[in-house]
């Protein structure tokens, strides 16, 4: 009878599915609806920014490309059709900008003007802003739930079966 349970828990632990991460339970350092939020990023030679749509606000996020330093003083400037804004720094090194009319759904080509000191660049990126959508995460919960629920009944059949041909044989 030990070797039939033996048998049950190989059987089980090959079923064994990875955990998968949900809705509410995600463990990445950046929460769920962080980045679900519209997004652009946009490099050149002397600079790398990148913005996201944060309410009614733009945040942007700037750094000198080659080292990656950020860049804590500079004038950033901002144009997409008739919008017009300039990026003020904040505390935390971000610069923040009114989005304005970007903060509605649609595609925004932006041209950003940066100036650093006695550098300065012209930057091109598109906004892209969604409707809400149903976040795929829920359904890749049920997906795992469905295939460890599978797994299981496949290793309890694994288990019946093997019993019963042990005790026929004996």
């Known amino acids: 009878m030990i070797k039939f349970f033996q048998g049950v828990a ?5 079923f064994v ?6 809705e509410g339970h995600e463990h990445s350092e950046t929460p769920a609806s962080a980045s679900a939020q519209p997004r652009f990023e946009t490099r050149s030679d002397i600079f790398e920014l990148v913005g996201r749509l ?3 606000a733009l945040r942007l996020h700037i750094d000198r490309y080659a080292t990656n330093e950020p860049v804590a003083k500079a004038n950033i400037e901002l144009a997409s059709g008739n919008w017009k804004a300039s990026a003020k720094p904040q505390p935390d090194g971000s610069f923040l900008a009114d989005a304005g009319a970007l903060a509605q759904v649609g595609k925004y080509p932006l041209v950003i003007s940066v100036t650093a ?9 598109t906004l892209d802003v969604a409707g809400h959508e149903a976040s795929p995460a829920p359904a890749a919960g049920m ?3 469905a295939m460890t629920a599978v797994a299981l009944v496949a290793a309890v059949l694994a288990a019946a079966t093997l019993y019963l041909r042990r005790r026929r044989r004996s």
Do not use: K, N
């Open 143 to 145: 997906r795992g739930a």
């Open 17 to 22: 599915l990875p955990v998968q991460a949900h």
């Open 10 to 14: 190989t059987l089980c632990a090959l």
């Open 117 to 125: 000191g006695a550098e300065s660049d012209l930057l091109d990126a």
């Open 54 to 56: 944060d309410g009614h």
